[in-house]
């Protein structure tokens, strides 16, 4: 997996590649939990995510749930259809702010 960073309107993105499963993830974790760090704005862009497993996805619950505690905030952008699917049928669509573009989630945040 690959994971490019950037800001755009003060929000920090995370541009996430490829499979997000047991290997990827704690790398991942990793990343996003750096990214969040002094309560910052993160949106995960998962546009070039073809992948999501268990171990992805709690990832991604973790990275909110760290949010919510240090007072930043956490969106996931751009989900490929396969894992928009794994979403909604997980409920996290219900408890994580996704966003259909990556604009979207930036401006839902800044």
């Not at 939990?33 to 619950?61: M, P, Q, T, W």
């Amino acid at each position: 997996m690959d994971i490019t960073e950037s800001t755009d309107q003060g929000v920090k993105v995370a541009a996430l590649k490829g499979r997000l499963d047991t290997a990827t993830a704690p790398a991942a974790e990793a990343k996003m939990l750096a990214l969040l760090e002094g309560g910052a704005k993160v949106v995960a862009d998962l546009g070039d995510v073809h992948y999501v497993s268990s171990a992805g996805l709690r990832v991604l619950l973790k990275a909110a749930k760290q949010a919510k505690a240090i007072g930043g905030s956490f969106a996931i952008a751009s989900p490929q259809a396969p894992v928009r699917e794994v979403l909604e049928i997980s409920g996290f669509d219900k408890i994580l702010a996704i966003h259909p573009t990556r604009d979207a989630a930036v401006t839902a945040l800044a």
